[in-house]
């Protein structure tokens, strides 16, 4: 690979991981992705309300996103770009190189997680400074390499256009964590005139030096908040007065965990977090609860969340509490496109040194998943990879990916798809 690109992706990496922003709160990461996007000279640079439908947006906190575009602010992105972007991050570069082709889009995404990083020296993004500056905040699912490999990846687009044909489609997402940032960009139409879509994720079952095709095993998801509000009364005086929002919570939860098994394919649920209560002596008022499911298809995921209704208003009956229940996000499965993983399978036999994996099992969700269902509805081919390293475990504290030797396998998959379906030959 060109060692400029490849200084200007782990420089832009390590930039990114040291200013890490949750979905839906990406200002700092749009505005750099933007204007590197046009420096490289895109002419069509889309962001904000042109690349996310805010009708179709899911799980977008007010507060959260006014406290970061202070901080956005302060760190030296203009008011005016958040006004121009009306609040909503992302950002998709398309090239029309004008000679007949395919339209190829590649999805990238940009969010971080709400997770202290660690700190010692074992750590490398401490030990070599870049660890995050954002209390609380980091990108321990390595987001910040997908985005930095996005603009190498568009760099490498815009140095090649004479040797390609058809279009390329950049596309930056916001708010991965959570399933919640590709349905409103579907929905923006932004995928409708797509040929191929590819997307890409570090790690998973994928170690140093291996590819991960993945065939199949991407669970369908729902994300829920789900609220209980009942009626206050003291303790010791009147308990009879009282209804508990505590209590059908905590019914809920346990309730949640019995929904049967489905006999045509593997359910997840977990009840991720669970906040109820006011104080010792005061029958519970308020209860909040974060919970999902997960299908190995989407109808396997529908039967849970009509469980998850149903437990949730069963409950509120029986406590005589009331009760909200919100769907924050949502990811179907992943269509599988034989032709496509072949032409991937192709690109990565091209690579030296690089050790190929086929996955079926199980694992994670990803709601590029709406993506790839809308392309396929088309006539489109989708497909989806994993890129090796050792990450210690996503979600976590001490996750790393050493960028140096697995973002340069990311980066070469895609230009070598790119290669491969808008080359003029
Ligand atoms: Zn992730």
Sequence with gaps: MNPAIFDEMIATRRRLHRHPEEGWTEFETTWLVAQRLKALGYERVLTGTDVVKPEAVMGRD????????????????????????EGYTGCVAILETGRPGPVVALRFDMDAL???EADGPEHAP??????????????????????????AVARWVIENRDTLCGTVKLCFQPAEEGVRGAWPMVQRGLFDDVDYVLASHCGGKAGPGEIAL????VLASTKFDIRFTGTPSHAGNQPHRGRSALMAACATAMMLTGIPRHGEGISRVAVGRLEAGEGRNITPVHAYMQIEVRGETS???????????????????????????????????????????????????????????DLEAPAGSEDFTWMAKRVVERGGQCA??????????????????????SMPTAYKMFTGYVAKMNGTH
Excluded at 131 to 141: D, F, I, K, T
Excluded at 385 to 396: E, L, M, S
Aim: proline share 4%.
């Design 384 to 405: 989806f990879f994993r890129w090796g390293c050792r990450h210690n475990g996503h979600h976590k504290f001490h996750f790393d990916l050493q960028d140096t030797e």
């Design 62 to 85: 007010p507060k959260l996103v006014d406290a970061a575009i202070e901080r956005a602010v302060a760190q030296g992105v203009p008011r005016e770009f958040i006004e121009a972007i």
């Design 114 to 116: 709400r997770i202290e």
């Design 126 to 151: 401490a030990r070599e400074g870049f660890r995050s500056e954002y209390p609380g905040l980091m990108h321990a699912c390595g987001h910040d390499a997908h985005t930095a490999v996005g603009l």
């Design 299 to 357: 109808e396997v995921n529908e039967f849970m969340c009509e469980n998850v209704e149903r437990i949730v208003k069963a409950n509120a009956l029986a406590y005589d509490v009331q009760s909200s229940i919100e769907r924050v996000g949502d990811a179907t499965t992943l269509p599988r496109c034989p032709d496509m993983i072949e032409a991937l399978r192709e690109v990565a036999q091209g690579i030296e040194g690089l050790a190929i994996l």
């Design 214 to 217: 993945v065939h199949k095993g």
